[in-house]
């Protein structure tokens, strides 16, 4: 029998939908999520430019950089890489979201568009992932950006890949971070926490869900693969400021909050937001108070943090 849940009121229009896994109905949801890059109106403060990038195998991915209405010789930036289980492409509402966040925080915002299953699963989008980072270094004076002044962030499976980058970048003595923030992070392929036991039925996403999903998207793993998931990396003091959300009736709620117990045991400066009522990608709720209270918060520590780098 499907349990209750005291969603919040914001979010019960879900309260009947889960996320679809089959290829076909991911096939035609991505189809429409393309098409609507025709159709799409930007705001027209700001700029957007696709490039094509290439990834660590030679393949080419692209980056949409989203430029704010008011530039300087060097500004402020933010990656970010979108969620979808590895398998969703790029969202009308991620892409508003993005708007957003160059407008009001001041600063250009890179969305990663990294490859997605079921032709490229695991290692190719953290591959995607850092390959981004590294063509933002390379190429920052021309895309006019403060290295200096650099955040990660992403929602889900996205908010997967910018912890990971984090680490890599430290480990191959990359870029340094300022910031990363994590909207109800994927960060441990072992699924154990309390949270994966209890919500095996929530909507948009859950236990069964996210068992599917690593099961998918880890099938090219070799057995000597150690560092899978953020969860499995050391913890250096070398990491930065973090921020995270997590969501009360969500199945990855408690790895998020786990995670960031254990960068806070290491010294890092660490904020962990507990999202009551909240529900896996509540972020896709844009006209819901939360969320645009959420946004505010999130646009505040942003331009806190770039000016105090």
């Known amino acids: 029998m499907k349990k209750l849940y005291d969603i919040h009121k914001d979010f019960r229009s879900a309260l009947f939908f889960t996320t679809p896994t089959n290829w076909l109905a991911i096939h035609w949801i991505n189809f429409i999520y393309k098409l609507g890059w025709h159709f799409y109106n ?10 094509k990038i290439e990834s660590a195998d030679g393949k080419k991915i692209k980056v949409h950089v989203y430029e704010p209405p ?17 398998m969703l492409s790029i969202s009308p509402r991620t892409r508003r979201r993005m708007e957003r966040y160059a407008i009001e925080a001041g600063c250009i915002v890179v969305l990663v568009d990294y490859r997605l299953m079921p ?4 290692p190719k989008a953290v591959e995607d992932a850092y390959s981004a ?6 190429h920052a004076d021309e895309l006019k950006i403060d290295m ?3 955040a990660l962030a992403g929602d889900s499976a996205g908010g997967y890949l910018a912890s990971l980058v984090s680490h890599m970048s430290i480990e191959h003595n990359g870029p340094k971070i300022c910031l990363q923030v994590l909207l109800y992070p994927v960060v441990d392929h072992r699924m154990t926490s309390e949270s994966m036991d209890v919500f095996t039925d929530t909507p948009v996403w859950n236990a069964k869900k996210n068992k599917e999903m690593w099961k998918k998207y880890l099938r ?13 990396y050391p913890v250096r003091n070398q990491l930065p400021k973090t921020y995270i959300e997590v969501a009360q009736y969500d199945c990855l709620h408690d790895e998020g909050v786990v995670y960031g117990q254990k960068l806070q045991s290491a010294g890092i400066d660490v904020e962990i937001k ?4 909240g ?31």
Request: net charge positive; proline share 2%.
């Open 42 to 51: 930007s705001h027209k403060e700001v700029k957007v430019t696709a490039y």
């Open 70 to 86: 008011v530039t300087i010789l060097h500004n402020p930036c933010m990656i970010y890489y979108h969620g979808g289980g590895f």
């Open 119 to 122: 032709r490229y699963r695991y």
């Open 133 to 138: 980072l590294m063509w933002v270094e390379k």
């Open 148 to 150: 200096k002044k650099l």
């Open 220 to 232: 090219t793993m070799k057995e000597e693969e150690a560092l899978l998931s953020p969860m499995d």
């Open 274 to 277: 507990d999202i009551k009522g």
């Open 279 to 309: 529900i896996h990608g509540y972020d896709n709720f844009e006209f819901s108070q939360v969320v645009q209270e959420l946004m505010k918060d999130r646009i505040q520590l942003l331009r806190k943090t770039f000016n105090h780098s």
